[in-house]
Each structure stands twice: as structure tokens, then as C-alpha cells.
């Protein structure tokens, strides 16, 4: 059996029960493990964050809204953002630099995981920044350097970005080989990652997987007409060219893989052990736990985006924000949103 080793970051992120899992560590960018104290979070950020002066990307499309777990974050139509769900400063977002992930303008994505929040731009460069209470690791720099990227995602410790050309990079640290298992992806047109384990949707439909796949990820890869997916903190979802629903895990321990019957289907999101669903009527469906609500969208109408985490976030066609479920920490207070 391969020995499993667990690193400082992961250590710590266990301390602080964000995750249950060990993994295989190695550096993404090929060098040694490493850790750094935070007093290096600072330069490494502003290194990823200067100024870039490439041209803006005209087919890069905004997508507004991102429920975080403890957070809300919507990007507006100027590409600025919003946040709530700080309370107290007790919520994981609140352990990032909020005035840093404001200050960012021209986004079209936002990505978080418990380390990172990422932001993709209009002229497809990336910015990032680091939490505050956990090491810093210094390859994740690497993406200041990062050009013509059209999609992001964020793993626990590294940050992957789709070029143009179908190809994927990344930097961090390679949790499970989640990175490196990247390195020979082709004709990729969309990707997600987990905790530690990355999927892409290529050109013709299918799926490849990356990582340790710790709640049944990889079984993603047997799907086939699949036009994009989603990956929630227990389930994986995809959604198909006809509309319709598939989903995998480990266990469907709350119902959140029930989609079989859903048709006319055009977004998914995968979260909090549940699964929303956009319909063509602008309609939403949802499957899943529901003891704070957060599966309660049936009488949403007018929607044109949704996202999910331990609460439901469903864009109006006017600009204005719905939500329901869980608002421990003010997440859910959204009443005066408007993204257009």
C-alpha cells in the first residue's frame, strides 16, 4: 500500500475541520514540499496581482453568482464585487483579505476553497489571494504569469486554468496528484475541482478525472454528452446536451443524486449534499438535504443563474438575488443585490 503523507497545510486544515481526508503531497510545480509562514501571504498575493495589461476577451461571459460555504459573492456586469457573510469575522471568507477580493475589477469568475480565493479577468489573467491564518505556499505566484485562461477552478491548496487552447495548467501544490494528473488533458472545454480532484469536460462530450476522487468523482469519467459539470463537497453532477441529469458518489447520503427525472435542464450545481437545477422556463429544481431550507426554490420563477453550497443562490433576470437555506453567518442577506 503507498504510504499516505500529510503536509503542514492539510494538517492545519483538519485542526480547523474544513476537511476529513489524507492525501499524497507533492509540489505542483515539481519542487519539494514546502511551507512558509504567513508573513509571506502578502508579497505573494501582490505578486499575483499587479497590473496586466493584456487585452480584454470578448468571449469570456460574467458568471455572477457563487455561493461559498459562509459566504454570498456576486460579480456585477462592470466586473466589481459583492460580498456577504462575514459575520463576526468567524466565517472561512472572513479569514481572506475582503477589502483585497473588492478591490478586484474586470472579473468574469470567482473561486474559493479554504485556502484560496481565485478570480478570473476579462483579458484572461488570474489574481488570487491566500487565508490569512494558514501557510502560504509560493508556487501558487506562479499564476501571475498565466495568460489567454477562459476558465478557473480551486482545490485545497492550487488553482487550475483552462487556456484557450484546450489545454490545463496549474500551480500549488498537487494534492493526490490532482495537478499532474492534468498534464496531458486535451480539447478540454470546462472544468470544476474538488478538495482534491479535478474534471474536465472535453469537446466531444466526455469526461477525464484527476486526484483522489474521495467521494466517487472519477466515475464521472463513464459519462459520455456531457456539457458541463459540478462538483459538490459530497457528489458530483453532470449535465448532458439533452437536458437532462446525471450524478455519482461515493454515497448518496441525502438524496442529493435523485436527478434522474429532471428534463430541460441548461445549469447545474452541485452543494451542500443537494443539487439545484435551472430549466429552460427559468424555473428551479432542487433534490437533496433540506433541514435549513436550502432546497426550498420551487416557487422561484424568472431565473437565470443558480449556485449552491450549505445555502441556494438563484439571479433573476432583473438583476436582484433569491436565497434560502443556511445563514449562520449573514450569507443569505442578499435583499439589496443587484448584479446587473
Not at 84 to 102: H, P, V, Y
Request: charge should be negative; aromatic fraction near 6%; include cysteine.
Amino acid at each position: 500500500m503507498k504510504d499516505i503523507k500529510i503536509s503542514k497545510r492539510l494538517a492545519a486544515a483538519i485542526l480547523a475541520g474544513t476537511m476529513m481526508f489524507s492525501a499524497v503531497i507533492t509540489g505542483c510545480s515539481g519542487s519539494d514540499e514546502s511551507s512558509t509562514d504567513n508573513s509571506s501571504a502578502a508579497s505573494v498575493a501582490e505578486e499575483s496581482n499587479t497590473e496586466n495589461t493584456e487585452p480584454r476577451n470578448d468571449s469570456l461571459k460574467i458568471k455572477p453568482l457563487h455561493a461559498f460555504y459562509t459566504a454570498s459573492v456576486g460579480i456585477k456586469s462592470d466586473g466589481t464585487v459583492l460580498i456577504t457573510g462575514n459575520k463576526e469575522n468567524e466565517s472561512i471568507l472572513g479569514q481572506f483579505d475582503l477589502d483585497e477580493i473588492r478591490s478586484w475589477e474586470h472579473l468574469v469568475d470567482i473561486k474559493e476553497s479554504t485556502y484560496i480565493v481565485a478570480g478570473l479577468k476579462d483579458n484572461g489573467t488570474v489574481v488570487f489571494t491566500n487565508n490569512k491564518k494558514l501557510p502560504v505556499d509560493e508556487a501558487l505566484s506562479e499564476v501571475s504569469v498565466w495568460k489567454d485562461i477562459v476558465d478557473i477552478a480551486v482545490g485545497s491548496g492550487y488553482i487550475v486554468g483552462l487556456r484557450s487552447d484546450g489545454t490545463v495548467v496549474t500551480a500549488g501544490e498537487d494534492l493526490g496528484g490532482a495537478c499532474s494528473g492534468t498534464a496531458d488533458w486535451r480539447n478540454i472545454k470546462s472544468i470544476d475541482s474538488g478538495v482534491a480532484d479535478i474534471l474536465g469536460v472535453k469537446a466531444d462530450g466526455s469526461v477525464v478525472s484527476s486526484g483522489y476522487s474521495f467521494y466517487g468523482i472519477d466515475k464521472a469519467a463513464d459519462w459520455k454528452d456531457i456539457t458541463a459539470v459540478s462538483i459538490g463537497d459530497s457528489h458530483v453532477v453532470g449535465l448532458k446536451k439533452d437536458g437532462t441529469v446525471v450524478a455519482a458518489a461515493r454515497e448518496d447520503y441525502k438524496g442529493e443524486c435523485d436527478v434522474s427525472g429532471w428534463e430541460d435542464i441548461i445549469q447545474v450545481a452541485a452543494g451542500g449534499n443537494m443539487t439545484l437545477g435551472l430549466k429552460s422556463d427559468g424555473t428551479v429544481v432542487a433534490t437533496g438535504w433540506n433541514d435549513d431550507g436550502r432546497c426550498d426554490v420551487s416557487d422561484w420563477e424568472d431565473i437565470v443563474a443558480v449556485s449552491a453550497a450549505g445555502h441556494s443562490l438563484g439571479l433573476k433576470s432583473d438583476g436582484t438575488v433569491l436565497t434560502t437555506g443556511n445563514n449562520d453567518y449573514n450569507e443569505c442577506d442578499v435583499s439589496d443585490w443587484n448584479l446587473n
